[in-house]
């Protein structure tokens, strides 16, 4: 099954919607962090929500970024995303140790820690990005999310995340949604949201079971008629070329290359994202320190 994002509205428009599967761009971000379990359901829930925000963003060229840092064993987890919603992430230690709440499930908020912040930063090609943090609430992220909405955003919003990974290692489901209600919504529509929310099944039971995004809303939305707005499919992508990376030495500045190419005479660069490693040579640099130069 593709990974596919939606979104939506009531169709009063009181209420708006965004949901997704993202099982195999998950599994894929597992493969090239080699992520332990708990590091796969942290990294996997910021790249579900990261989709999910990046399309609510206007312009081809506006960028998401989040970070998530509560000062626990798994260190900084960052997504960037962009307006169709493929994202890229990494985690700082991806080798965290696992370890579990005594319902079962993974303890993501143990692995997070609970004394850092979130952050967003929406570089929406203006002078200065938006930026928007708040304290660490839970480290679970769906949690931190919830608050970060209303609180920077002030939208009232329930945010559902999941990931469930299998005891081989692998993620065999993951997915989220974001519902934010309106200030044109009545009483009774807030109290049936609520009452849906109290008794919705997890997420990753929800996309185990094979529930697609669309069936995961009605799950949600039970009473309420909706309409999906728009429909795509997302996936991780990392966006890193040479020329990116060039340039990225060339900023480095004349006396950093000068340094490299006289003790090392070569460099290896690789990306964060997707581990791709770039390797230039003595002539390389020494071409690149030309550019620095100018």
């Known amino acids: 099954m593709k990974d596919i994002l939606i979104r939506?509205?009531?169709e009063d428009g009181a209420v708006r919607f965004f949901a997704c599967t993202t099982t195999n761009l998950v599994e894929e971000a597992r493969k090239i962090h080699d992520c332990y379990p708990v590091a796969a359901a942290a990294l996997g829930r910021m790249l579900s929500i990261g989709s999910m925000m990046g399309t609510m963003l206007k312009s081809?060229?506006?960028?998401?970024t989040l970070q998530i840092n509560g000062k626990g064993p798994a260190g900084s987890v960052?997504?960037?995303s962009d307006n169709s919603?493929?994202?890229r992430g990494y985690i700082h230690n991806p080798h965290v140790e696992t370890t579990f709440k005594p319902s079962g499930?993974?303890?993501v908020g143990a692995a997070i820690g609970y004394e850092g912040s979130l952050t967003v930063i929406k570089d929406l090609g203006l002078k200065e990005p938006y930026v928007g943090q708040i304290p660490i609430v839970s480290g679970e992220i769906a949690d931190d999310f919830t608050v970060y909405f209303a609180n920077s955003e002030q939208t009232p919003s329930s945010v559902g995340l999941g990931v469930l990974v299998e005891?081989?290692?692998n993620v065999s489901a993951a997915g989220g949604f974001i519902i934010q209600v309106m200030p044109e919504a009545i009483e009774d529509t807030v109290a049936l949201l609520e009452h849906n929310l109290a008794y919705l099944r997890p997420i990753s039971d929800m996309v185990s079971s094979g529930l697609t995004a669309e069936e995961m809303?009605?799950?949600v939305l039970k009473g309420i008629s909706f309409n999906v707005l728009e429909k795509k499919e997302i996936g991780y992508v990392c966006n890193c070329h040479r020329d990116r990376i060039e340039k990225v030495l060339i900023s480095l500045g004349e006396a950093e290359l000068v340094d490299i190419i006289e003790e090392d005479e070569k460099a290896e660069i690789s990306c964060h994202f997707c581990n791709n490693k770039f390797h230039f040579n003595k002539e390389e640099l020494t071409a690149l320190l030309k550019?620095?130069?100018k």
């Open 8 to 10: 939506g509205a009531s």
């Open 60 to 64: 081809d060229q506006d960028i998401l």
């Open 78 to 80: 960052v997504v960037v």
């Open 85 to 87: 919603s493929n994202v």
């Open 105 to 107: 499930k993974l303890d």
């Open 167 to 169: 005891p081989e290692g």
């Open 217 to 219: 809303i009605g799950e």
């Open 291 to 293: 550019e620095a130069k």
